[in-house]
């Protein structure tokens, strides 16, 4: 990897894997620049590439060609959460399992378990350094590979599709854990197909058949607009756009319920103050739109 001063870019990113006497394309030429702190999210259906980035984000996939130009991540770690919960455990206890980049980086043996601990404390593992892995919960096992990150200096946190095997309630354990690394500074790139947890993405990436197809806001995925006071005015003056084809569905994927509810409701000429991905979103605007109409 390069290292320079400024953002953390891929530049004409590729990767080609060999395909009997060929080769076969799965990610080309991708640029992605990506701010200390933000929150990406970055969506695609099942073959279009997603994985391989984040393997080339963590350092894990060399590029075929393009740069990676580190800015400010400067060498520090990016780790790494995949979507299976035992294909990242290490040790057979939690301690021994958050120790394992510890051992890695010398870290003293006398300071190892008062920063298990704080890692553990984090992540809401409150349970004995000798508790068994085994006993843990899906989720809980997420948790601890995120745990296990945070006891090295890690710039960025990779989570590729990692609530994809979790219950509903695991799944949001998870993504609040994140967002409190987000609020500690952490960079999270955020790998999912269910289009609810972009909610919480600073933008959105969008892969298709290798291809980087949309870089853009939150809003502007979901409702082809950013939120901002001249698009307030224009819609009023202007609202036939309402009908228009996002790039959410200009890529296939289904809206979520709050995104279809609003834009219903924005037909009808009810125009939220925000703009909706959550359920619990959508309860939010339609209150504060009652408490102003």
């Keep these: 990897m390069e290292s320079v001063d400024g953002k953390f870019l891929l530049e004409g990113a590729s990767v080609y894997f060999r395909k ?33 980035l984040a393997k080339v984000l963590s350092g894990s996939c060399p590029l075929s060609a393009g740069t990676i130009k580190q800015g400010w991540v400067n060498g520090r770690r990016i780790g790494m959460i995949g979507q299976q919960p035992d294909a990242q455990i290490v040790g057979e206890t939690l301690y021994e399992d958050v120790c394992f980049l510890m051992e890695n980086e010398a870290v003293e043996p006398a300071k190892m378990p008062d920063k298990a601990e704080q890692a553990l404390s984090r992540v809401g593992l409150n349970l004995p350094l000798d508790h068994p892995v085994g006993e843990l919960s899906g989720g809980q096992k997420q948790l601890l ?19 994809a095997m979790l219950d509903p309630a695991s799944r949001l354990n998870v993504l609040h854990i994140a967002q409190e690394l ?50 307030r005015d224009r ?54 739109y009652g408490s102003t109409a």
């Design 20 to 52: 009997g006497s060929g080769s076969h394309e799965v990610l080309a030429d991708i640029h992605i620049s990506i701010s200390k702190g933000e929150w990406i999210g970055i969506v695609g259906r099942n073959g279009s590439g997603k994985s391989t």
């Design 145 to 163: 590979a995120v745990a296990g990150w945070l006891v090295t200096d890690t710039a960025v946190l990779v989570f590729d599709e990692a609530t």
């Design 182 to 231: 987000k609020r500690a500074g952490t960079t999270i790139i955020w790998i999912t197909q269910w289009m609810e947890e972009l909610a919480w993405a600073d933008r959105v990436v969008a892969l298709d058949r290798g291809k980087l197809v949309f870089d853009g806001t939150v809003p502007s995925f979901f409702y082809g607009e950013d939120v901002t006071a001249q698009d």
């Design 235 to 288: 819609s009023r003056e202007n609202h036939s756009h309402a009908d228009d084809v996002t790039p959410c569905q200009r890529l296939g994927y289904e809206q979520p319920y709050a995104v279809q509810v609003a834009r219903s409701l924005r037909k009808r000429n009810i125009r939220l103050p925000s703009w909706p991905v959550t359920v619990e979103q959508l309860g939010e605007a339609v209150d504060n």
